[in-house]
């Protein structure tokens, strides 16, 4: 049985041993789980459900995905889901939802994805709001993730590694979060645009894109003074943030590591 849309204000979960299926456009205050299990197509039940009242055995969870291989990991630019990386994966396939895509959450769990394509790992072109945490990407061409549109990116635990930008907002609206363990270089000898607004974008005022959580860390890019922008060196942070400078030899070379803490640390 699926439940295509519509708001309710209580909805009773008795599907037999079948499982109920809730899509995107529908809204629930408080679902009750008599018997069988719940799937909500969506990366989060709490989107679309309050309250849930379960006594039972069954479940009710998220639309999920595990992830093995190139054509799963592509899967996210266009089925809501909560993904699950299983495994490390070598693709040439990036993850691109288009203007209408569909939003979704990405569990690494600790693996590491090579991204080969030419525009890079991650192109969102809409609105859709995607959460990626607990693992590294690196990116042998093209750009870490990319905003082409007034999409969110929340980036959790995270190491990206790319050609030229790591981070890089091109339109107005566009808005990237950090938080936890977050680690973004480049390769490239040119270290100003590990994270870097569209020149226009950035002159046109929309100047806070970027929301650099504390303990986030960059190298050989100090985001409180960057070079990347018009008018540089300017200041990248939410107010209320500063960054600390240390050094670290990472494979026989040492490298300026800039983390981000809060102005009272």
């Not at 750009?143 to 107005?172: C, F």
Request: glycine content about 10%.
């Amino acid at each position: 049985m699926t439940i295509s849309g519509g708001k309710f204000d209580t909805l009773q979960s008795t599907v037999g041993e079948n499982t109920l299926y809730i899509n995107k456009a529908a809204h629930i205050k408080t679902l009750v789980v008599k018997k069988g299990s719940v799937i909500v197509n969506d990366y989060s039940v709490e989107e679309h459900v309050d309250e849930i009242i379960n006594d039972t055995e069954y479940t009710v969870t998220p639309k999920t995905i595990e992830v093995y291989t190139k054509s799963d990991w592509s899967k996210a630019s266009g089925t809501a889901a909560l993904y699950e990386v299983m495994n490390d994966i070598d693709t040439t396939m990036r993850i691109a939802p288009g203007l209408f895509g569909n939003s979704a959450r990405i569990l690494m769990n600790g693996h590491v994805v090579n991204s080969s394509d030419t525009n890079g790992s991650f192109l969102l072109r809409g609105s859709s709001h995607y959460i990626i945490e607990n693992g590294t990407i690196n990116c042998s061409q093209g750009y870490g993730i990319w905003l082409a549109g007034p999409g969110t990116v929340e980036l959790k635990d995270m190491t990206i590694s790319a050609v030229s930008h790591a981070l890089y907002i091109e339109k107005p609206n566009g808005q990237i979060f950090t938080s936890g363990n977050c680690y973004f270089k480049v390769s490239n000898d040119d270290k100003r645009y590990v994270a870097n607004y569209l020149d226009e974008t950035y002159t046109g005022g929309w100047t806070t894109g970027f929301h650099f959580g504390e303990g986030t860390k960059f190298e050989d890019f100090d985001p409180a003074a960057s070079m990347s922008e018009p008018g540089g060196p300017v200041n990248l942070l939410d107010p209320g943030y500063h960054t600390v400078k240390t050094t670290e030899i990472i494979e026989g070379v040492e490298h300026d590591i800039y983390t981000v803490v809060k102005d009272n640390e």
